[in-house]
């Protein structure tokens, strides 16, 4: 379900995002667009594809063949057969992904509805972003994240394990892979992703090896899970200057599926009124000039 509607969609987009309805084929504007740029969900405006990904299937839709990491959730269409796919962010309609036609290397076919996407040229900032963490219990790692200036909004859930849809309970016991991370959503043009990763790593231990403070265990190790190259060279170059200094465990990832976790431990510092027990900002990495 979305978590909100875009008051300025039109009936026929709210039919497709929210009514999962179909634009006839040849007809949307995005189905013969080859410019550079990402492609983000038309109702809360987070990148789902790339323009490298797109490809011509003349089957009368955009044709996809590779999502931006995290960005979209796959899931039984309601007729029982095919595969839809929805926005991993508001739930909002985007089609279908098919397999095994031979259009691509990838073998992938994300079948997308125009009035599905918005288009953000090269060069040009979306509204919004997203990258994930790890960094111990997500409890206090989304509290901290969410004082940030620029942070719109965050999710704790499960990330970079092999079991589907996880619970709690599965991944406490450490044997799922998963990490708990916390998604977090912000706009890049109040906040740039250098000063978010940096914030990061000046949350939490990112020496300690096996866990955060007294949570030992896979599943608080400390991880940043990338979506773009951007995101993914700028903490890089950041790992490596920390290393310089200290003996840094915090394993760079491509994100993959994030499964959003139980209601109770959403934003579960501010329902409790309770402060982390385990996360406070370092203050000795405030200045970061003497480092990189």
Not at 5 to 34: A, C, W
Not at 82 to 103: D, K, M, N, Q, T
Not at 275 to 291: A, N, Q, S
Request: aromatic share 14%; with cysteine.
């Amino acid at each position: 379900m979305a978590k909100k509607i875009n008051k300025n969609l039109s009936e026929f987009e709210k039919f497709v995002l929210f009514e999962k309805g179909t634009e006839r084929p040849f007809s949307g504007k995005f189905e013969d667009h080859f410019e550079k740029g990402i492609y983000v969900c038309k109702n809360c405006g987070i990148p789902l594809y790339n323009s490298s990904s797109k490809f011509n299937s003349g089957c009368g839709w955009p044709a996809f063949d590779d999502e931006i990491p995290g960005a979209i959730k796959k899931q039984v269409d309601r007729d029982g057969i095919r595969e839809e796919i929805v926005c991993s962010y508001c739930g909002a309609h985007l089609g279908h992904v098919f397999y095994g036609e031979g259009f691509t290397e990838k073998n992938v076919r994300h079948c997308v509805n125009s009035v599905s996407l918005d288009f953000v040229p090269e060069g040009e900032k979306p509204l919004i972003d997203r990258i994930f963490f790890a960094g111990g219990c997500f409890w206090g790692v989304e509290y901290l994240f969410r004082k940030l200036d620029g942070v719109v909004d965050t999710r704790v859930g499960y990330m970079g394990g092999r079991r589907k849809n996880p619970t709690y309970e599965q991944v406490c016991t450490g044997v799922t892979g998963h990490f708990e991370t916390v998604e977090v959503i912000f706009d890049p043009k109040k906040l740039d992703e250098e000063t978010l990763i940096k914030y990061f790593f000046e949350i939490h231990d990112f020496t300690q090896e096996n866990g955060q403070g007294p949570d030992i265990g896979e599943q608080y190790k400390s991880a940043i899970f990338y979506t773009n190259d951007h995101q993914k060279k700028i903490s890089e170059k950041l790992i490596q200057a920390l290393k310089k200094r200290y003996d840094v465990v915090t394993q760079l990832k491509k994100a993959s599926d994030f499964w959003v976790a139980e209601d109770y431990h959403q934003q579960y510092y501010e329902k409790t009124g309770k402060t982390p027990y385990c996360h406070v900002r370092f203050k000795l990495l405030k200045t970061w000039d003497g480092i990189i």
